[in-house]
């Protein structure tokens, strides 16, 4: 049979549907609908549990179940060999799966193993009227252009940025049919193993998930001023991160770096100050919604991407700034 | 046997510069690369072949640095040996200049990596700061059936096999896998050693191999792209910068903490 319908692979967080696989569903079903074809996900786990029902809920119309004790725990190899029995089992025209820390790794590995191409990190997905190929625009060379892309390979394969879709609204009236998929796995697929893992103290919030980021450039001038936004990311409860530059003067750890060469970080508000806004920057935090920026250059790019910005020094600004903001955040 | 390492190494517009420095030929779908603005090895690689020279510190072996693309600056792509690799290998070729497809990348990678006689080793920067894609050694483990790592911020060798620190969310997890092995590597590895004087003479000494897809007995079919680029454009930002005022700046700076009040973002 010809390769038909839209698969997300969907990823399970705690037992329940992940958000960004909620949001992945609401990118497939404009693309199922367009196509008249149905919109599928693909649960993998020792148990899938409510997932499924969740996934109908968010527009899905078929849930292909993998469940193997050996998946309880993400392992690439196994990880991968579940998945593309699921593919195979599927054999969608068009794959859908979110660019998270699985998709990152899982993605690649299955488009080689597919033999497909595969159009990356895309903030729209969507299938023109009339039309049966899959048009992608994704961000490069740090944001500063956009590129569509088409695959000219089957199933047409992308990964979805999170947070570029809103999630699928849920209608829990919905339903669907499970189908389950017999992956036949054993331990020794597992070629990486897991010896030990480390925890490390961080004293702040995670940068990727925090509502609200503050972040310290060059303009800093050392690693003391740091403390001043340590403070200030106290008083609003947000993670703390730093520019390439003042990471490299070795003011702050790499682990704070923000940026192409860094983390990105999706933020309702991210204040930076003393950073001047190269596009290695603004590559790693463009999916904030909104920018706050202090700097004494009004010059700055970084006063290009900013909704709010101040011009001074920022010492000035910022113990005023954070002043207040204790006194309102008390309020 | 000494080990045998080979890093994959990008040459990329330097990411540093000015957006104001970028320019989109939209006709030909193509990024002009600005004249005066020398291109670079992507920071991530520069991160990788630090990787490997930290073992090579430790152990016997050698470094080849593989890379793909065209219009090479050796200016660029002698730096990794200046650091301290053994040898260069490029694959060039016109019929790549607008190639923007990782499987065809892959494809070239893993023959070139055949005719070298395979590896014990790759290590690869965790992500272009190009196309960010993070694909090209994925592909590469996958094609040649090796085990595959990623986001490592210290690599070590020994027992036939590679232990990796490897970055999770909540720190870092130590992962073992049997060689041959791909491993991806990440900036917190560290600052990658800077180039000796020696190190820098006995690189403007060596000349790299030079390999075009005939060479590597490619057939076009293969090298036939599986993701076509549509359209390349500047995307239209409509940001409009409030600037908050002040009679001095620490006025200014309280007048941003009402701004932000008032707009529900604190």
Redesign the interface.
């Known amino acids: 049979m010809a390769q038909t319908g839209v698969l997300v692979i969907g990823e399970i967080v705690d037992g329940q549907l992940s958000l960004t696989s909620k949001e992945i569903l609401a990118a497939g079903k404009p693309i199922a609908e367009q196509l008249g074809q149905p919109l599928a996900v693909a649960l993998l786990g020792a148990d899938v549990g409510g997932a499924a029902q969740e996934a109908f809920a968010c527009g899905a119309d078929i849930a292909y179940t993998a469940t193997d004790p050996l998946l309880a725990e993400y392992q690439?190899?196994l990880y991968l060999a579940a998945t593309d029995a699921v593919c195979r089992e599927a054999d969608p025209a068009v794959l859908l799966m979110g660019r998270t820390?699985i998709g990152?790794?899982a993605a690649?590995?299955l488009?080689?193993?597919l033999g497909?191409?595969?159009?990356?990190?895309c903030l729209e997905v969507s299938v023109a009227p009339g039309s049966t190929e899959l048009?992608a625009n994704r961000?490069?060379?740090?944001?500063?252009?956009?590129?569509?892309?088409?695959?000219?390979?089957s199933p047409q394969f992308a990964t979805v940025r999170p947070k570029a879709y809103e999630p699928a609204e849920s209608d829990p009236s919905r339903t669907g049919e499970v189908k389950q998929v017999q992956v036949a796995l054993d331990a020794s697929m597992a070629?990486?193993?897991?010896?030990?893992?480390?925890?490390?103290e961080?004293e702040g919030i995670?940068l990727?998930d925090a509502r609200?980021v503050v972040a310290g450039g060059r303009g800093l001038g050392g690693p003391e001023p740091f403390e001043d936004l340590e403070e200030l990311a106290k008083v609003?409860g947000a993670g703390i991160g730093a520019s390439?530059a003042a990471?490299?003067s070795g003011w702050v750890p790499?682990?704070w770096?923000i940026g192409?060469?860094?983390k990105t970080i999706t933020p309702?508000?991210y204040i930076t100050v003393a950073i001047s806004g190269?596009?290695?920057h603004?590559?790693g935090c463009s999916g904030a919604k909104?920018i706050?920026?202090?700097n004494k250059d009004a010059e700055a790019?970084i006063?290009?991407?900013?909704?709010?910005?101040?011009?001074?020094?920022w010492k000035?600004?910022?113990?005023?700034?954070t002043?207040?903001?204790r006194e309102?955040?008390k309020s | 046997m000494p080990l045998n390492i080979v890093v994959l190494a990008k040459q990329v517009i330097d990411p540093e510069i000015p957006m104001s420095a970028f320019q989109v030929d939209r006709d030909n779908r193509r990024i002009v690369t600005p004249a005066n603005i020398p291109p670079v090895v992507n920071g991530f690689d520069e991160n990788a072949v630090e990787a490997s020279l930290q073992i090579k510190d430790s152990q016997e072996a050698t470094v080849t640095v593989l890379s793909m693309g065209t219009g090479f600056s050796m200016d660029a792509m002698k730096k990794p040996l200046a650091m301290g690799a053994d040898e260069l290998v490029l694959i060039q070729d016109d019929a790549f200049v607008n190639s923007i497809d990782s499987a065809v990348t892959t494809r070239m990678l893993v023959a070139a990596l055949n005719k070298l006689g395979g590896f014990d080793l790759l290590i690869a920067g965790r992500q272009a700061s190009d196309w960010d894609n993070a694909q090209v050694p994925l592909g590469v483990a996958e094609l040649m059936s090796a085990s595959c790592v990623t986001l490592g911020k210290k690599v070590e060798v020994g027992d036939g096999k590679v232990v990796v620190e490897r970055i999770v969310p909540e720190g870092y997890e130590v992962v073992e896998a049997p060689l041959p092995a791909v491993v991806t590597v990440s900036n917190e590895l560290g600052q990658p050693r800077y180039p000796t004087l020696r190190g820098i003479m006995a690189a403007t000494r060596k000349q790299p191999t030079v390999w075009s897809a005939d060479d590597l007995g490619v057939s076009p079919d293969e090298t036939a792209p599986l993701l076509n680029l549509v359209d390349l454009f500047v995307p239209s930002t409509v940001k409009e910068c409030d600037f908050i005022e002040g009679d001095n700046e620490e006025e200014a700076g309280r007048n941003l903490a009402l701004k932000l009040r008032e707009a529900k973002l604190i």
């Open positions: 690439a190899d820390a990152r790794e690649p590995r488009a080689a193993r497909v191409g595969l159009a990356q990190d048009r961000p490069v060379y740090g944001g500063n252009a956009m590129a569509t892309v088409s695959c000219s390979s070629r990486s193993r897991v010896v030990s893992v480390v925890r490390e961080s995670k990727e609200i609003l390439r990471v490299d790499a682990s770096q192409l060469t860094g309702d508000l190269a596009s290695q603004i590559a909104v706050v920026a202090i790019n006063f290009k991407e900013a909704r709010y910005g101040v011009v001074g020094d000035k600004v910022l113990t005023a700034f002043e207040t903001v309102l955040v």
